[in-house]
């Protein structure tokens, strides 16, 4: 074994994200309903470590919201598993939230391949993630998120570094204390949930927190950009029959107009749920909806009270 591979070793053994759980030695011997059982508690107390992050969680996502009500981006980057959540997450906010195309990014070591079969050393690469980052022309206005279970990652902690010397937000997220991964972000998130079921297998409970922490980052984000109208998704875009029929029900609660009202309002403006509501609410026609969310950066709840004004 070489020097660098004991290094690797003796690092890994000293994450809490990796270590070896001896009552656990035996499971492979028990009664399924018992290791699912099993499973089913130790990702109970997952809720629980992220809810120890929340206050770094929403300091985060104002400083993110604000940097996108400029025109900003919100870049996701990681490996592997991590990787794969930050895709998955950016991928979910054009069709939930109307985002712009680009406006939500995932990147992943070793590019779309990664996504479905692992690219050996990629993940090493700190090259890589620069090279990642500037195809996108990261600046001042973005936001990067590194992403990584361990927080040692080279390509999540390189594209944190990199995007912070390019004078972008950085968020760091990981599941370890004192990981470098935190420490190179100006914000750093560490939800602590402790050793895997399986030893090292961090897509279980360090996966899970990584997802519940990206929908809050995403979710709450949009909300603050005008995204919602109470807890209704106002700009979903309506891509497939589910969603058409998912458009009207939300006009129709937050309007409580009849079907032929809410029929006539989508129709004046070209199935736009944001504008249908306001030409309920306000009165007003398609075109006078659309100027006067425009002028209130997309926010409904503003764009009611200039039209009640």
Do not use: W
């Not at 914000?187 to 990206?214: D, F, N, Y």
């Amino acid at each position: 074994m070489t020097t660098e591979h004991r290094g690797l070793r003796s690092e890994l053994e000293s994450l809490t994200t990796e270590a070896f759980r001896p009552e656990l030695a035996e499971i492979d011997t028990l009664p399924t309903l018992d290791i699912a059982r099993l499973m089913n508690g130790e990702d109970a107390g997952v809720a629980g470590a992220v809810a120890l992050q929340v206050p770094r969680i929403s300091a985060a996502i104002d400083a993110i919201a604000a940097r996108m009500a400029q025109g900003g981006r919100l870049v996701y980057a990681g490996a592997g598993t991590a990787g794969r959540l930050g895709i998955l997450d950016a991928s979910e906010c054009p069709p939930t939230f109307n985002t712009r195309p680009g406006q939500v990014v995932g990147v992943i070591a070793g590019g779309p391949t990664a996504m479905v079969t692992s690219v050996e050393g990629a993940e090493d690469s700190a090259e890589l993630a620069r090279k990642d980052l500037d195809a996108l022309g990261i600046d001042a206005s973005d936001t990067v998120v590194g992403v990584s279970a361990s927080g040692r990652t080279p390509y999540a902690v390189s594209a944190v570094e990199h995007a912070r010397g390019l004078g972008a937000l950085t968020v760091g997220l990981s599941c370890n204390a004192g990981s470098a991964l935190a420490a190179a972000a100006e914000h750093g998130i560490e939800v602590v949930v402790g050793p895997e079921l399986l030893t090292g297998s961090t897509r279980l409970k360090a996966g899970t927190a990584q997802k519940l922490v990206l929908n809050m980052l995403s979710t709450i984000t949009m909300i603050r950009l005008g995204k919602t109208y109470g807890n209704l998704m106002v700009d979903v875009r309506a891509s497939n029959e589910k969603l058409r029929a998912r458009s009207r029900r939300i006009v129709a609660l937050a309007t409580g107009a009849p079907d032929e009202e809410i029929e006539a309002a989508l129709t004046a403006t070209d199935g736009e749920v944001k504008n249908a509501v306001l030409v309920i609410l306000a009165g007003v026609d398609g075109p006078s909806a659309a100027r006067l969310l425009e002028e209130s950066g997309g926010h409904l709840r503003a764009a009611l009270a200039s039209a009640g004004g």
